[in-house]
């Protein structure tokens, strides 16, 4: 429990960062969703490329310790758009990692790719109609951690997809929360990794894994104080047809602490638990300095 505390206090994220236009526009929104105003129709993009480094040096230091050079490229954007009772609320999220130890070969630490949409149409008061859509994957080949060199993973391989109806809860674009119970889960890999056994949930020489099930999401973000936001996204997934019980998690935590237009440090906590591709929790942490231009 204290590791996983730590962990929630050293975390890394997408930087933020907008023009002056993009951030008086912010304003107004914030300020009319306070005095119970509806924001006004049309499209709101907004888009982050951030660069994260992180830099160890150890010279005949004799409490021990090994140089380390790492880096990440993350790109957020959101495109949100909004008719009358009509919401429509996309997400693109890509990142990718890599870390070089003295005298070791280049590792990944990051590597993912995922793009999130969610329709709703105004039932009563907060509550909307919706249909979302899920896809993620990851962008190069992945190796088994212990040896280095077998090749366990690749782009598209495996590949996820989530799709059904239900009811949106939205306060804002900052703070709503999905609720489908007819969700269909769709798992795509290469035959290259299941001749031998099972993968990621895939049967020994099937190429794809079809689910059915209930599926949660969540999105939070708030500012603590002017320059310090925290991102909090939850998914959660019941496969109805096969032990229900095990219910598929990811959540991630982000924070950003702003320095200026351009910088910022960033903190990002990650845990995924699903059973079909590792029988207990895959956690991952970054903290760096972020170089931040937004679009």
Known sequence: MKKILLSLLLVSSIGFAQDTEKENLKRTEEAAAKVGEEKPDGWAKS??????????????WLAGGQSSLSGN????????????????????????GITKLKDADLQKSDDRLQFNSLLGKKASGLWYYSAFFNFKTQLDTG??????????????????????????????????????????????????????????????????RYEFGAALSGYYKFNIMANVSFENI?????????DPQNVDLDYQLNIVMTINKYLSTNFTFQTIYDDNAFRG??????????VNYGF
């Open 281 to 290: 929790f895959q956690t991952r942490q970054n903290i760096g300095l972020g």
């Open 73 to 96: 490229i993350l790109v957020n954007y959101d495109f949100n758009y909004k008719k009358g009772d009509w919401s429509w609320d996309n997400k693109l999220m890509a990142g990718y």
């Open 47 to 60: 888009g982050t490329f951030s660069l994260i480094g992180n830099q160890s040096t150890f010279n005949n």
């Open 234 to 242: 939850l998914n959660l997934y019941s496969n109805y047809l096969e």
């Open 143 to 208: 190796l088994d951690p212990d040896t280095q060199t077998t090749k366990i993973s690749h782009f598209f391989s495996p590949a996820y997809f989530q799709f059904g109806p239900g009811m949106m809860w939205k306060k804002s674009d900052n703070l709503k929360f999905n609720i489908a119970p007819a969700t269909s889960k769709l798992i795509i890999v290469h035959d290259e990794f299941t001749q031998l056994g099972s993968s990621f949930g895939v049967e020994q020489g099937d190429t794809s």
